[in-house]
């Protein structure tokens, strides 16, 4: 690329930006010709910020938050795109210690404890609007016969503050990446009793995501960039780097925790959890967290997926066409070309198969079907009339403490 082109990154301080912290920390930024330097952030809204007003180039970032800027909802002001995954899973949903001896294990345990109490509703706290925590915790929710929005008070907080969240008694229950839930069961604040991969196996997470428009007058950079995060995702996945990884996120600069308590983290095996039935029903190679490259490829049908819940939850109009807003939510144009330069294989779609539960799979066509099956006259259901921008309103920002 001859001289280094300058880039700045933004994260949040979670395992899941190892990649950016690894392909920093071991020169591979500046071996594809870039003059990177990583930004912490305290939570989501500082990179939406920081992004779409030009003081980031790149950022990690959620699913769904190019998602969410191509809506223009939420205070996107400059619409994102995603440029490749970071990995898959990685969140788990942790209760207090009161409800923990109270005998929670699951969400159906919530339902009758709830039942049970005569407090105020429960506080949950999640991370963002558009983050797949908040679709899988209201999708667990529901699933124990929990209205998340009528029978709990969901609330959005930064990552780095949940724990201390809970230890003041703010939030019952919270869903969010590690290491915070690690620290906040270990500090006794409460207890992580599910992995966000028991509701959705091998879910997608977070992605790198650049501005529309930077990535149209940058392909080269872009491509360097990514194939610099992907050589570092393959450094991650080896699990005899676990404690080296664990070292380098624990410095100050990064995620600012004791190396013990990441390492812990990054080793979260089959047995995490509380409910032996959970455990019991996890496949041979089951993980809560994957950096492998293969799970990295930007897939539209991950967009298209979280738009269905959005749908299902009144958050997009039912007759939305989710296939043409995903079409401009990835740009997998210099990922292609930065994996065929390492031989990582890439699907030959941009709309990808995606894995549920139970063995059921989510394709493209089965979408489409879907679609066709609506009426195209049909009179718009009480989840169609939710107003475009509503979703930024749906549930309050916690107060931080």
């Not at 907080?157 to 069961?185: A, K, S």
């Amino acid at each position: 690329m001859g001289k280094s082109a300058t880039l700045r990154i933004g994260f949040v301080p979670l395992v899941d930006a190892a990649p950016l912290v690894v392909a920093n920390e071991l020169g591979y930024f500046r071996e594809e010709g870039l003059d990177a330097s990583l930004h912490r952030q305290i939570g989501w809204a500082n990179v939406r910020d920081k992004l779409t007003y030009g003081h980031l180039e790149a950022g990690h970032a959620l699913l769904g938050m190019p998602l969410t800027s191509q809506l223009g909802r939420d205070a996107f002001v400059e619409p994102l795109t995603a440029v490749m995954g970071l990995g898959t899973g990685g969140n788990a949903i942790t209760v207090s210690r009161a409800l923990h001896e109270g005998g929670v294990r699951s969400a159906t345990d919530l339902a009758a404890y709830r039942t049970g109490s005569r407090h105020s509703p429960l506080l949950v706290g999640h991370v963002f609007n558009s983050s797949m925590h908040h679709y899988l915790l209201r999708d667990w929710l529901s699933s124990g016969g929990i209205d998340p929005d009528k029978d709990v008070k969901l609330c959005v907080i930064p990552p780095t503050q949940m724990p201390d969240h809970m230890r003041g008694g703010y939030v019952d229950i919270f869903c969010v990446g590690e290491p915070w839930n690690t620290l906040g069961t270990l500090l006794g604040y409460g207890t992580a009793i599910v992995a966000t991969t028991d509701i959705l196996p091998n879910h997608p997470e977070k992605v790198l995501a650049v501005t529309q428009r930077f990535a149209e007058q940058n392909v080269t950079m872009v491509t360097a960039l990514v194939r610099a995060v992907l050589r570092a995702c393959k450094w991650c996945d080896e699990p005899g780097h676990r404690r080296e990884l664990a070292a380098m996120l624990a410095r100050p600069e990064y995620i600012h925790q004791s190396a013990g308590v990441i390492e812990q983290s990054l080793a979260i095996d089959r047995q995490f959890g509380t409910s032996r039935l959970q455990r019991s029903s996890r496949l041979d190679g089951w993980q809560m967290k994957s950096f492998a490259p293969e799970n990295t490829f930007p897939n539209k049908m991950h967009t298209v997926w979280m738009m269905q819940q959005m749908v299902r939850w009144g958050h997009l109009h039912v007759d939305a066409d989710l296939e043409s807003i995903a079409e401009r939510c990835s740009t997998p144009g210099a990922y292609r070309q930065a994996a065929a330069s390492l031989g990582i294989a890439c699907p030959a779609a941009d709309f990808v198969p995606m894995k549920l539960r139970h063995g059921q799979v989510f394709t493209p066509e089965g979408l489409r079907a879907e679609m066709a099956m609506r009426a195209p006259n049909s009179k718009p259901t009480k989840a169609s009339r939710v107003p475009p921008r509503l979703i930024g309103n749906m549930e309050s920002s916690f107060p931080h403490h």
